[in-house]
Nanobody, 125 residues
Framework: QVQLVESGGGSVQAGGSLRLSCATSGNIGRSGCIGWFRQTSGKERERVGHIVTIGSISRTYHADSVKGRFTISRDNAKTALYLQMNSLKPEDTAIYYC????????????????WGQGTQVTVSS
């Protein structure tokens, strides 16, 4: 079992910044996909970005919609995942979720095994 707990959401004005955290615990293992997704009411869930790890090798990917503004990172102990969000826009308003799956493939899709409860981010114009 894997547990994921997000924090750091809140309200901010356009152009501002927020940093989300995802505390991870349980059997993360040495390989897998861990990432951030977001969803607004009435819209499909959207991938923000992810880290794919195979053994000691990790690669980080960001969605085009956030590239250059958002940065995903992870601590060395693999106990936390972060999402630094800069230059926030009203369209970034959503519930942000942290997710993990042990298979290190097809990370772009939303078919993850474990999800956090989500944290609300609201950006006002």
């Amino acid at each position: 079992q894997v547990q994921l707990v997000e924090s750091g959401g809140g309200s901010v004005q356009a152009g501002g910044s927020l940093r989300l955290s995802c505390a991870t615990s349980g059997n993360i293992g040495r390989s897998g996909c861990i990432g951030w997704f977001r969803q607004t009411s009435g819209k499909e869930r959207e991938r923000v970005g992810h880290i794919v790890t195979i053994g000691s090798i990790s690669r980080t990917y960001h969605a085009d919609s956030v590239k250059g503004r958002f940065t995903i990172s992870r601590d060395n102990a693999k106990t936390a995942l972060y999402l630094q969000m800069n230059s926030l826009k009203p369209e970034d308003t959503a519930i942000y979720y942290c997710a993990f799956k042990s298979a290190p493939s097809m990370c772009e899709g939303g078919n993850y095994d474990y999800w956090g409860q989500g944290t609300q981010v609201t950006v006002s114009s």
